[in-house]
């Protein structure tokens, strides 16, 4: 199996992985794949931090704006969009680099799962959709417990997505599971001091209301989403969407957005500490990271050129 490299830029969200995503990029010729569930999709932007045309530097960027925001985008989406891209990169004789911090995006590439060698049937999917609307989740449930009782103590019965492609995956005959991957990962996660992460994560909540998160949920509402669409459940715009809908106040909403984002947080580092073969960079210093970052990759690389 040929292996095409990346390299991974991931961290808790407000740690800066954009910014060392570009400057490494701009240093060893990269493309960035973000590794984002939100940035995918056109119109999120403010609650999402997506980087500006200005903040990209030149640089090529993928994944960012290409779903509308009513459309769905799995795992297993993902990973075949990611692994082409890898690919379609290193031909044309550049590096990827994978920027991001959704833990289930990256735990499918680095670690090799599968997905049941099921593709995507999408009369399934959709009637099973439609079975999760009109019978509720726990009968969806119950039946992936009847079908693979393995998969469904795996699996979030209150995560509508996750549920239908665990019952879609179950019905085709599939399970999922891991397997090699044909991706040669060099993984650098970025942390910094807990306290300061939380008041930049403070401060970052609090930039976003100042630069329009409110309007832009609203617009977003005004198109017709609800909580019901994936890009909507994302944190920023399902605590808003509930502000709008008058089921919490202002000051309560801004508080709940921001103990959401530093649980959010939190869980990213658990699972990065998690990881094997991970190379931890404080970021306090940025000029100290990126040249222990660009020390590290360019050791990697060399080392693999010789192989």
């Known amino acids: ?47 999402s931090a997506k980087f500006t045309r200005e903040e990209m530097d030149g640089v090529v960027h993928h994944a960012i704006d290409i779903l509308e925001p009513e459309e769905e985008f799995s795992v297993f989406d993902f990973v075949e969009y990611t692994k082409d891209k890898i690919e379609e990169i290193s031909k044309r004789g550049k590096v990827p680099i994978v920027v991001g911090g959704t833990a289930l995006y990256v735990k499918a590439l680095t ?31 119950e039946k992936l417990k009847e079908l693979n009782p393995q998969m469904a103590e795996k699996t979030d019965k209150f995560n509508t997505v996750r549920l239908v492609r665990a019952v879609e995956i179950a019905m085709l005959g ?6 090699e991957t044909d991706i040669d990962s060099f993984v650098i996660a970025l942390n910094r001091d807990r306290q300061k992460l939380y008041d930049d994560i403070n401060k970052r909540v609090e930039i976003m209301l100042e630069n329009g998160l409110i309007a832009e949920v609203e617009g977003l509402k005004k198109q ?39 649980n959010y947080a939190k869980r990213q580092l658990t699972f990065l500490r998690s990881m094997n073969d991970v190379h931890f960079i404080d970021t306090e210093n940025r000029k100290t990271a990126l040249d222990e970052i660009l020390n590290l990759v360019n050791g990697w690389l060399n080392n693999n050129e010789h192989k």
Request: with cysteine.
């Open 224 to 262: 017709g989403l609800t909580a019901e669409y994936q890009s909507m459940r994302a944190i920023g715009y399902k605590e808003v969407l509930n502000y709008l809908e008058g089921e919490c106040q202002f000051d309560e909403m801004v508080e709940i957005l921001k103990q959401h984002s530093r």
């Open 1 to 47: 199996m040929k292996k095409f490299k990346a390299i991974f830029i991931l961290g808790p969200t407000a740690v800066g992985k954009s910014f060392f995503g570009v400057q490494l990029a701009k240093l060893i010729g990269g493309e960035i794949i973000s590794a984002d569930s939100v940035q995918i999709y056109k119109g999120i932007d403010i609650g």
């Open 174 to 179: 599939g399970e999922k599971g891991k397997v």
């Open 111 to 141: 670690m090799g799962y599968d997905f049941g060698g099921a593709s995507k049937d999408e009369n399934l999917r959709a009637n099973l959709e439609q079975m999760a609307k009109e019978k509720g989740n726990e009968f969806l449930f």
